[in-house]
Nanobody, 123 residues
Framework: QVQLVESGGGLVQAGGSLRLSCAASGRTVSSYAMGWFRQAPGKEREFVAAITRSGGTTLYGGSVKGRFTISRDNAKNTVYLQMNSLKPEDTAGYYC????????????????WGQGTQVTVSS
């Protein structure tokens, strides 16, 4: 089974950018569709973005569409989330996940989760 470790979170001002990384080990990430979710304190975990095994298809949550980009480098066993034009409401823990489905937007369709990385956007 794959293990996932997120990195790249931090504190950024509104309007700034961050790139999150999700490094996989134990099994090649190319075996999975991948996704990013986020969870703010007191709120449900929310779908952010997903990508198919080949990277040919991507999906985004409505609140991030046009600002965030998911990508993957299967040779590096890594998935990325480029976040631009960040807003204070993007503040949350961001979680990478792996799915055996073709692509997935629902939490229960993901089989493996990372521990998360915190993103804080100041106004």
């Amino acid at each position: 089974q794959v293990q996932l470790v997120e990195s790249g979170g931090g504190l950024v001002q509104a309007g700034g950018s961050l790139r999150l990384s999700c490094a996989a080990s134990g099994r090649t990430v190319s075996s999975y569709a991948m996704g990013w979710f986020r969870q703010a304190p007191g709120k449900e975990r929310e779908f952010v973005a997903a990508i198919t095994r080949s990277g040919g298809t991507t999906l985004y949550g409505g609140s991030v569409k046009g600002r965030f980009t998911i990508s993957r480098d299967n040779a590096k066993n890594t998935v990325y989330l480029q976040m631009n034009s960040l807003k204070p409401e993007d503040t949350a823990g961001y979680y990478c996940a792996a799915s055996s489905r073709i692509i997935a937007t629902i939490k229960r369709e993901y089989d493996v989760w990372g521990q998360g990385t915190q993103v804080t956007v100041s106004s």
